[in-house]
């Protein structure tokens, strides 16, 4: 469902502070998937949905670093705007989190580009045509720079519930068998953290395997 206006609102504020934290302000990782979508789901007061779409989402960003000039996909709006409209949606369906998370995919690709966009967009309006730079018009341009992400995040996380959420509303209708949404999730998730293996090198690879084993361990028992 979409939710109502307030919290569109609120959640567009936080998909725009998030954008900031990827690379802009800040970089406290706290748009990475599992906390970004963990917020969205307190702000729609359904916490435990935002972090089970928050873990899976995170399993498949792993090997995803916002690093130098490469291009990536954007997690922190795109992971709001999946938690926010299934924590409202007030169902606990796989099918819903299945289509949560490949909208999550779908959805962090746009943001990538949007944020491509707009660095190429800076690159261009930040040095004057002719003339030296004073150092308050170089603050300018750097606010007007952060203002610009904040905006583009609030864009990008809105545009997203409002399409992921008439999307849920419909899912009623599409002819889905729950018995094939869970493993297609299982699997998902465990190809994700199995391709994040190389970040760990050969070396971490037991200390990787050991902490697998004891959440597993932690799981069982419980």
């Known amino acids: 469902m979409i939710p109502d206006p307030l919290h569109l609102l609120l959640l567009g504020l936080l998909g725009g502070v998030l954008a900031l934290d990827a690379t802009s302000l800040g970089q406290f990782m706290l748009s990475r998937p ?9 702000v729609m007061g359904n916490p435990h949905a935002g972090i089970i779409v928050g873990l899976l989402l995170e399993a498949i ?12 996909p954007e997690a922190g709006p795109a ?33 990538g580009r949007s944020v491509e966009a707009l660095r190429r967009w800076n ?45 849920l509303e419909t899912l009623g209708w599409i002819p889905f068998r729950e018995q094939w949404t869970r493993p297609a999730l299982a699997v998902s998730a465990a190809a994700a953290l ?10 971490r690879l ?5 902490g697998g084993v004891a959440g597993a361990l932690l799981l069982w028992l419980r």
């Open 34 to 42: 599992l906390i970004a979508a963990g917020l969205a789901g307190m």
């Open 79 to 111: 992971a709001v705007a999946a938690a926010g409209a299934y924590a409202g949606a007030g169902t606990a369906k796989p099918v819903a989190l299945l289509a949560s998370v490949v909208f999550m995919l779908a959805w962090g690709w746009v943001g």
């Open 61 to 72: 960003h792993l090997a995803v670093l916002p690093v130098g000039a490469a291009r990536y």
């Open 194 to 203: 199995a391709s994040s293996l190389r970040l760990f090198g050969r070396r």
């Open 123 to 167: 690159a261009r309006s930040a040095v004057p045509a002719e003339g030296p730079v004073d150092l308050g018009t170089l603050e300018r341009l750097h606010a007007r720079a952060i203002g610009l992400d904040f905006l583009r995040g609030v864009a990008v996380t809105l545009l997203g519930l409002l399409i992921l959420g008439t999307l």
């Open 206 to 210: 037991p200390l990787f395997v050991a």
